[in-house]
């Protein structure tokens, strides 16, 4: 069991970064892929970015690749989502969520409650 609490979000300026943390509960976490997912309003929940138990592989969406860093560090449960470039299309509610390494939303198994991210043009 892992519960995740996503932090950092807001509202920025195009051009402008923001870092989003995920902080996570119980003795699993390493068991677990952790991957970033948003959802913006009218639209299905999307891939973002995911890392891999041990932090050594990384994975990322087409649109997010030389924009955004997934990091993680298992001694402090945390996994961090470093967003530069910001885009008002990268409006949406960002998850954090464990899983499997996997790009689906169907193959993690366990989500945090979202943290808004605004991008004004």
């Known amino acids: 069991q892992v519960q995740l609490v996503e932090s950092g979000g807001g509202l920025v300026q195009a051009g402008g970064s923001l870092r989003l943390s995920c902080a996570a509960s119980g003795r699993t976490f390493t068991y677990y892929t952790i991957g970033w997912f948003r959802q913006a309003p009218g639209k299905e929940r999307e891939f973002v970015a995911r890392i891999s138990r041990n932090g050594s592989q990384t994975s990322y969406a087409d649109s997010m690749k030389g924009r955004f860093t997934i990091s993680r560090d298992n001694a402090e449960n945390t996994v961090h989502l470093q967003m530069n470039s910001l885009k008002p299309e990268d409006t949406a509610v960002y998850y954090c969520?464990?899983?499997?390494?996997?790009?689906?939303?169907?193959?993690?198994?366990?989500w945090g409650q979202g943290t808004q991210v605004t991008v004004s043009s």
């Open positions: 969520a464990a899983g499997t390494w996997s790009p689906r939303a169907a193959d993690f198994r366990f």
